[in-house]
């Protein structure tokens, strides 16, 4: 078991910045590839950004690339998604996931542990 809790969301004006967290408990950290994802009312939950155990490996939605920053630091079983140029459109509850092995994986298919959600809020 993986225990998943995520921090840092907020209330921002657009072109803002935030920073998320999640903290991991349980299992070893390190073999599960950690995703973002996110969802706002009345739509499906969506990808986000995803980076493999060793951190070597990225990837982001197009919605977000080159705006948003997956990281990790295995030491602290966290993971962190620097979010800037924030837009209206990125408000949703953003929820941090863990998939067991190495595949970096763009959707929740695979993503056993999930967090409980931060909500992100980006008002123009």
């Known amino acids: 078991q993986v225990q998943l809790v995520e921090s840092g969301g907020g209330l921002v004006q657009a072109g803002g910045s935030l920073r998320l967290s999640c903290a991991a408990s349980?299992?070893?950290?390190?073999?599960?590839?950690m995703g973002w994802f996110r969802q706002a009312p009345g739509k499906e939950r969506e990808f986000v950004a995803a980076?493999?155990?060793?951190?070597?490996?990225?990837a982001y939605a197009d919605s977000v690339k080159g705006r948003f920053t997956i990281s990790r630091d295995n030491a602290k079983n966290t993971v962190y998604l620097q979010m800037n140029s924030l837009k209206p459109e990125d408000t949703a509850v953003y929820y941090c996931?863990?998939?067991?092995?190495?595949?970096?994986?763009?959707?929740?298919?695979?993503?056993?542990?999930w967090g409980q959600g931060t909500q992100v809020t980006v008002s123009s």
């Open positions: 996931a863990a998939r067991p092995g190495t595949a970096i994986a763009r959707t929740t298919v695979g993503y056993y542990y």
């Open positions: 349980g299992r070893t950290f390190s073999v599960y590839t």
């Open positions: 980076i493999s155990w060793g951190g070597g490996s990225t």
